[in-house]
């Protein structure tokens, strides 16, 4: 690397003399070096010209352009055979042109620097770092500064403009220590750039090397910001980043001080490979008080690990935006729960790629008294399995401590399950496989069998699903012996491919000794995805409403359900879904540790009413009391008990299928 950098002045021509045997004579062969001047001086040559501008390079070489071809190098990997092309540099530096003349006589070439200068009108001289900083600095868009040592110290505060170019040579990096502050003040117009000292596209050559080397992963360290608070980053570009063992590899690191924040980012091209325990933006050992928004992460390793401290929500992306298809290589959000203390309550809403738990530790993750995990719906939690067999989560005071578990969209699985948010674990395409990962327990009651649990070893749901003839899909959850569908049942068809007479009449519905069904208020918009559908006995009666290999449990079956629950006491809180989206205040006793998921469906009564939604579930079972009655269990917003209960055969109940 030189120490310093000279500006040749491109009105300075350079001959060059050489020449080629001809028939009578031999005469020398021309060449001038090249010389331009931007469209805005016309009347004279310039060696500097404006970034974004549209400049003329003007050809003087002796001899004009008769028999001659032309290779112009701008020196930013853009070319042209014209004779005085026009070209638009697009990022400010120092570029080293180079004009290729070829003639009947030979080939001869003239090479000179053409510094591009910032809208400000400054050069972009180049500044060495190689000590640390130990008064308050800022460094200006004026200059390209290359770090030329490892780590050097920011002991102070140290300003970085908007537009500003930092490189960092082989192996080098940042540190920002205690008592020191890292300010990052780029716009959406002029990121501060990060990146490696062989990257040409920003500030040209600033190695020195030519067009010798092209900026890859892991040219340089990373960013840490140790011990110290109040580090602020805002548009800024952080590329190229990462040497390390692939264990380690990262680019910014953001400590464990207070409130340090990165917004509006781009981490891209940054180095990592599918065991990297660590990642692009690395936010393990941060406090709750630190803050990742509006970042965009693609092409690297893995874009971000967080810790059990650390809120993430919905505001960064995790692809190209000029090209979605590219993402990352382990594209998810990965969580270390070994090097972070616990906060009471943190909150996880991004839901373009999972959370991944378990790349630190197959040991588990203990939620401990008080501690709450908020999440939005859509949330997905993949659990790693590096040991076997695998990651899971304990709940010391129950399942209130993940909020929303049972939300819209969020799921619990195996980070081989591509079918939620993608390749996680970077193999380019698998399933989940069964056992991969422990499970969710609780204390004294083992492990939850909740209906988006797939892939675990301790819970009744496989992760399986059964179709109707109409094709709805139903999840499955296993209860002791037993193997229950977890949504109530929504056919309009028996299992034959026969249609079942729709009833929505109330004085027609009460004359009924024949099947039917219907919806609740007669509305299936708002009511058939999440209640299903009410059916009379005698359609449960004809044995062919559920799927084949599925039937309409006995009252017997319905006693084994509830006496593997407990008993009818406390069976019904371990079958209701949890929290009141549905279920009346105060859903008394609901766990639904079973994972069976009973939604309170309300009934339409044999006269023909509706009544109940958000108050009772009735289930029907397929064993009549009387040739008027049969029997059915009911669960209620206001106890956790099951009620066994025979009711009138025109009424009509919710079905849940059992299999075979």
């Known amino acids: 690397m030189k120490k310093a950098f000279i500006l040749i002045t491109l009105g300075m021509l350079i001959l060059f003399n050489f020449s080629c045997k001809q028939a009578a004579t031999e005469e020398p062969c021309l060449l001038y070096a090249p010389a331009f001047y931007a469209s805005n001086h016309p009347a004279g040559y310039a060696d500097t010209v404006s970034v974004n501008a549209s400049i003329l390079f003007h050809n003087i070489t002796s001899g004009g352009n008769v028999g001659t071809t032309w290779l112009w190098d701008f020196g930013d990997g853009a070319t042209s055979t014209a004779y005085e092309p026009y070209h638009t540099y697009t990022s400010i530096g120092t570029y080293i042109v180079k004009l290729t003349n070829t003639t009947a006589c030979g080939t001869a070439s003239a090479s000179n620097n053409c510094v591009v200068k910032g809208p400000t009108g400054c050069i972009k001289e180049i500044v060495l770092v190689g000590a640390s900083i130990n008064t308050a600095t800022t460094?200006?868009?004026?200059?390209?500064?290359?770090?030329?040592?490892?780590?050097?110290?920011?002991?102070?505060?140290?300003?970085?403009?908007?537009?500003?170019?930092?490189?960092?040579?082989?192996?080098?990096?940042?540190?920002?220590?205690?008592?020191?502050?890292?300010?990052?003040?780029?716009?959406?117009?002029?990121?501060?750039?990060?990146?490696?000292?062989?990257?040409?596209?920003?500030?040209?050559?600033?190695?020195?090397?030519?067009?010798?080397?092209?900026?890859?992963?892991?040219?340089?360290?990373?960013?840490?910001?140790?011990?110290?608070?109040?580090?602020?980053?805002?548009?800024?570009?952080?590329?190229?980043?990462?040497?390390?063992?692939?264990?380690?590899?990262?680019?910014?690191?953001?400590?464990?001080?207070?409130?340090?924040?990165?917004?509006?980012?781009?981490?891209?091209?940054?180095?990592?490979?599918?065991?990297?325990?660590?990642?692009?933006?690395?936010?393990?050992?941060?406090?709750?008080?630190?803050?990742?928004?509006?970042?965009?992460?693609?092409d690297n390793g893995h874009p971000v690990i967080i810790g059990i401290?650390?809120?993430?929500?919905?505001?960064?992306?995790?692809?190209?935006?000029?090209?979605?298809?590219?993402?990352?290589?382990?594209?998810?959000?990965?969580?270390?729960?070994?090097?972070?203390?616990?906060?009471?309550?943190?909150?996880?809403?991004?839901?373009?790629?999972?959370?991944?738990?378990?790349?630190?530790?197959?040991?588990?993750?203990?939620?401990?008294?008080?501690?709450?995990?908020?999440?939005?719906?859509?949330?997905?939690?993949?659990?790693?399995?590096?040991?076997?067999?695998?990651?899971?989560?304990?709940?010391?005071?129950?399942?209130?401590?993940?909020?929303?578990?049972?939300?819209?969209?969020?799921?619990?699985?195996?980070?081989?399950?591509?079918?939620?948010?993608?390749?996680?674990?970077?193999?380019?395409?698998?399933?989940?496989?069964?056992?991969?990962?422990?499970?969710?327990?609780y204390p004294g009651i083992n492990w939850y069998s909740w209906p988006n649990i797939y892939f675990a070893v301790h819970n009744g749901s496989s992760g399986e699903t059964v179709s109707d003839i109409d094709g709805n899909v139903y999840h499955t959850v296993t209860i002791g012996t037993q193997v229950w569908m977890v949504e109530n049942l929504k056919t309009t068809k028996y299992n034959d491919g026969t249609a079942i007479p729709l009833v929505t009449d109330g004085t027609a519905w009460s004359n009924l000794t024949t099947p039917g069904y219907c919806w609740y208020n007669n509305d299936a918009a708002t009511y058939k995805t999440t209640y299903g559908a009410l059916y009379n006995w005698y359609a449960v009666h004809t044995e062919k409403l559920c799927p084949t290999g599925w039937h309409v449990p006995t009252d017997g079956e319905l006693t084994t359900l509830t006496d593997f629950l407990g008993g009818e006491l406390i069976a019904g809180g371990k079958m209701k879904e949890t929290g009141t989206t549905h279920w009346l205040s105060p859903n008394t006793g609901a766990t639904n540790e079973s994972g069976f998921t009973a939604v309170p469906t309300g009934v339409r009564y044999g006269g023909g009413g509706f009544d109940g939604i958000g108050s009772w579930c009735q289930m029907w079972s397929s064993f009549e009391y009387s040739t008027i009655y049969a029997w059915y269990r009911s669960l209620v917003y206001n106890g956790s008990n099951v009620v066994r209960n025979y009711g009138y055969k025109t009424a009509g109940y919710p079905v849940r299928c059992l299999r075979d």
């Open 139 to 298: 460094w200006d868009s004026c200059h390209i500064y290359y770090v030329e040592t490892t780590f050097p110290g920011l002991f102070a505060t140290l300003t970085i403009e908007a537009g500003t170019i930092v490189k960092f040579g082989a192996q080098h990096g940042m540190l920002v220590n205690t008592g020191g502050r890292l300010v990052v003040n780029g716009t959406a117009a002029a990121p501060v750039i990060f990146t490696s000292s062989k990257d040409d596209s920003y500030g040209g050559d600033t190695n020195d090397d030519g067009s010798a080397s092209a900026p890859a992963k892991g040219d340089w360290q990373f960013i840490t910001f140790g011990l110290s608070s109040d580090n602020s980053l805002n548009y800024c570009k952080i590329m190229y980043a990462g040497y390390a063992s692939e264990t380690y590899e990262q680019a910014l690191n953001m400590g464990d001080g207070e409130n340090n924040s990165i917004r509006n980012s781009v981490f891209a091209h940054n180095a990592g490979g599918t065991d990297s325990k660590f990642a692009a933006l690395n936010m393990s050992w941060c406090p709750i008080s630190c803050v990742a928004q509006g970042n965009t992460f693609f």
């Open 309 to 441: 401290s650390t809120n993430f929500d919905d505001s960064n992306i995790f692809h190209n935006p000029a090209n979605p298809a590219e993402t990352n290589l382990c594209n998810g959000i990965f969580v270390d729960v070994v090097h972070s203390t616990q906060a009471q309550t943190m909150t996880w809403s991004e839901t373009e790629v999972a959370f991944v738990l378990g790349g630190w530790t197959g040991n588990g993750w203990t939620f401990y008294a008080n501690k709450i995990l908020i999440l939005g719906d859509n949330v997905v939690i993949k659990f790693a399995h590096y040991t076997v067999p695998g990651f899971g989560i304990l709940l010391v005071s129950g399942d209130m401590q993940i909020q929303n578990h049972n939300g819209t969209g969020v799921v619990f699985t195996s980070y081989e399950d591509d079918d939620y948010k993608g390749d996680t674990n970077g193999d380019g395409a698998s399933s989940g496989t069964s056992g991969s990962w422990e499970g969710i327990s």
